[in-house]
């Protein structure tokens, strides 16, 4: 265990991670979402600065009713924008920060993954698979 204290986020993290911008359908996120069996991306701006973050619940939100509403058909919600049901209140975590850091923000917040910001710009990805693949490589 002693090794995986000095483990930095940047040592595990995915780099490059997909993202998509506010003005994209729910649609094409959704099939990203598919075709990576990933649980959320970042919402970034033409810069790659973070703006947001999309996750599978959040397309679940466009289909929530409010009382008395109709819901309205699937296509018509795949059309609309990320920006209307992303998460505009996003956890994220420096390339720097320790693992041992990560995995307490992990558990304490129940979440599955931080975007990793370097300044505003997305730079990768932190999973709860990294970091159990960083205590599993560290421990051997």
Known sequence: MYAFVHCRVSDYM???????????????????FEEHRFNGMPVVDDRGGMLGMLTKMDVLSAFTLEPGSIIPPYAEIMDYKVGTVMSRDVVSVPPDAHLTRVLQRLVNLGVKSFPVIEGRTVVGMIAREDVLRALRETTR
């Open 14 to 32: 995915s780099r490059k991670p997909k993202t998509v911008t506010a003005e994209t359908r729910l649609g094409d996120a959704q099939a990203i």
